[in-house]
């Protein structure tokens, strides 16, 4: 279990490093990273690129996040702690995502991955964490406190409605760093200076 585990986390942490939306701006002639926000996520890439390219890149976004976990459920033979190592295996693209490798360790904020791990996870805590972040975003206009909202409630979602216990402490870590990652956003919202996507402004 232990060799399979380390062989699956690393591969995990691979994939969630795959910069996908700065691929798809090296694709077409940009660097999305000198644009805009300057974040290689979705959003960024949205506003940058275009729907297109950036609803690509959040599938994409999403895809290794779910895939990693997928994997792990598949490969990870049965034993004690087994649901807790596909957990972290999650956690692992996760922090592949904010933290790749392939672009010293500067990455994105790991909201669109995080959704992909909770998917498998709890696809009803995602419908819920869905539904809290549209209705953040369309009060407040800010898609930063749609994500903070919705990644701080899932993991209590999947608490609430019976998940594993065993991927919980991997949830909670994910939610905190997301949190983390978003510190310049929580700032600026404390200050009133966070931008809203209602006028045409960066997140």
Known sequence: MA???LA????SYLIGAIPFGLLFSRAVGKDVRREGSGNIGATNVNRVLGKKLGILTLLCDVAKGFLPVFLASILLPQGENREFFIGLCGL???IGHMFPLY???RGGKGVATALGVFLCFSPWSIL???FVFLAVVA???FVSAGSLAAAGLIPFCIWFLGGNTSILLPAFVIAVLIWIKHSSNIGRLVRGEETS???????
């Open 8 to 11: 699956v986390f690393f591969l």
């Open 103 to 105: 672009l010293g360790f």
């Open 3 to 5: 060799i399979t585990f």
């Open 92 to 94: 692992a693209a996760v």
């Open 139 to 141: 009060v407040t206009g």
């Open 128 to 130: 819920i964490g869905l």
């Open 197 to 203: 996507w209602k006028t045409k402004s960066s997140p």
